[in-house]
């Protein structure tokens, strides 16, 4: 199964959308609240990281047997320097961002804690590409 969302950039009133709509189908699937859990926060982390940095992007879901694999692909800025924004507390938001409440630094490290894999490919002025992985159970 494949689901797929637009995330608009700038526009965090509806940062969460795709991460809360996920979470209901994986509610439906019958998927471990914990999984859930891991899940929901690496999916909203990545959507918040596109609403404050690109220029607008889209998620890609799949759910199998034996894992979720989530794709966040944005056209943005890029990620320079990789070890570096995966630092805690390492963070480019702007001023407006930050009066927000995000902009933190931990989005990346939140997802890399909750994920089985985390990917990222990036290109600096063309945009960034999240892979996550989280492993199901076997039943």
């Known amino acids: 199964m494949q689901f797929e969302y637009s995330i608009e950039a700038g526009n965090f009133t509806k940062a969460g959308d795709a991460s809360s709509s996920f ?4 509610k439906q699937l019958n998927v471990d609240p914990q999984i859930i859990k891991r899940i929901v926060v690496s999916l909203y982390e990545g959507e918040v990281n596109i609403v404050a940095h ?4 889209k998620v890609i879901c799949e759910v199998d047997p034996s894992r979720v694999y989530i794709q966040l692909i944005d056209k943005g800025p890029g990620i320079p320097d990789i070890p570096k924004a995966m ?3 390492y963070s480019t938001a702007s001023a407006k961002v930050r009066e927000m409440g995000f902009g933190a630094g931990m ?3 939140n997802i890399k804690n909750n994920a089985d894999e985390l990917i990222i490919n990036s290109e600096v002025g063309v945009g960034t590409k999240l892979e996550i992985i989280v492993n199901l159970p076997h039943s």
Request: no cysteine.
């Open 107 to 109: 989005g990346l490290q």
């Open 54 to 57: 690109a220029n607008g992007g």
């Open 87 to 89: 630092q805690a507390g």
């Open 23 to 26: 979470k209901k189908i994986l």
